[in-house]
């Protein structure tokens, strides 16, 4: 079979291997239960020099995914609080500083569907309004249930609520099966291009698998790295460089 330009095969391999260190530092974070590995890999894989990497303290493997050698001077992580409007509005702001500079750097931030958060369409909408460089990958494995919290009046960051906020503003939101490391890296491509030659912000919305403690992991056989890997043995690609 051919090797698809825009997916190479050696960019395959690279995210195989990106997405097994993403299983193992999820498994150390005991307060995450999705199979976050595929957005995490498939997303974080996209970053080049210069860029940022929005992570909550909490968020152990997402805090940790700035490739090596993107050191503080070229680029790196925001740890920044947990709420999603402190670490939102410091993410926009990072971006307007890159915007400022004349880099094509971006801040990717990451998110969970749920969080019941004030100032989150403050700091999109002044993203947008200002063509930043900035991408929300927020993971939903909410299966469309509000939680108890978000039934209340705080502003909450569901996908009702987002595709209401983002019709109303223009802003990109992509929905993609977050646990297929391939659609997440092809609609991350598309949102990072646009990003870096002036196109603004975008939100991938990766819908994963509800987990409930019936049921705490999904089948293997569509775990995300073992969907990954079926994928390349279809193609004849090996795991090894």
């Known amino acids: 079979?051919?090797?698809?330009?825009?997916?190479?095969?050696?960019?395959l391999r690279e995210?195989?291997?990106?997405?097994?260190?993403?299983?193992e530092l999820e498994r150390k974070d005991k307060s995450r239960s999705s199979a976050r590995e595929a957005l995490l890999a498939a997303t974080a894989i996209h970053l080049l020099p210069g860029d940022l990497l929005s992570a909550t303290v909490p968020d152990l493997a997402a805090g940790q995914l700035a490739p090596e050698g993107k050191k503080p001077s070229k680029g790196g992580t925001l740890?920044?609080?947990?709420g999603l409007?402190?670490?939102?509005?410091?993410?926009?702001?990072?971006?307007?500083?890159?915007?400022?500079?004349?880099?094509?750097?971006?801040?990717?931030?990451?998110?969970?569907?749920?969080?019941?958060?004030?100032?989150?369409?403050?700091?999109?909408d002044w993203a947008q309004q200002s063509q930043l460089p900035l991408?929300?990958?927020?993971?939903?494995?909410?299966?469309?249930?509000?939680?108890?919290?978000?039934?209340?009046?705080?502003p909450t960051m569901d996908y009702a609520?987002?595709?209401?906020?983002?019709?109303?503003?223009?802003?990109?939101?992509?929905?993609?099966?977050?646990?297929?490391?391939?659609?997440?890296?092809?609609?991350?491509?598309?949102?990072?291009?646009?990003a870096r030659f002036g196109g603004g912000p975008a939100v991938l919305w990766a819908v994963m698998t509800p987990l409930t403690a019936a049921s705490p992991r999904p089948p293997r056989s569509s775990q995300p790295i073992v969907r990954l890997e079926s994928?390349?043995?279809a193609r004849n690609i090996p795991l090894g460089r």
């Open 85 to 124: 409007s402190e670490r939102l509005g410091v993410g926009a702001a990072a971006a307007r500083g890159l915007q400022a500079a004349g880099t094509d750097g971006l801040v990717l931030s990451f998110a969970q569907a749920g969080s019941v958060e004030s100032g989150w369409q403050e700091a999109l």
């Open 231 to 233: 994928y390349m043995k």
């Open 15 to 23: 995210l195989h291997s990106l997405m097994m260190r993403c299983r």
């Open 135 to 154: 991408i929300l990958a927020c993971a939903d494995a909410t299966g469309g249930v509000p939680s108890q919290s978000a039934k209340r009046s705080e």
């Open 161 to 194: 609520s987002m595709s209401r906020f983002a019709k109303r503003i223009k802003l990109p939101i992509l929905t993609v099966d977050g646990e297929d490391a391939v659609a997440v890296y092809r609609v991350m491509q598309e949102s990072v291009l646009r």
């Open 1 to 11: 079979m051919s090797e698809n330009p825009l997916l190479p095969h050696r960019k």
């Open 79 to 82: 740890v920044t609080p947990a």
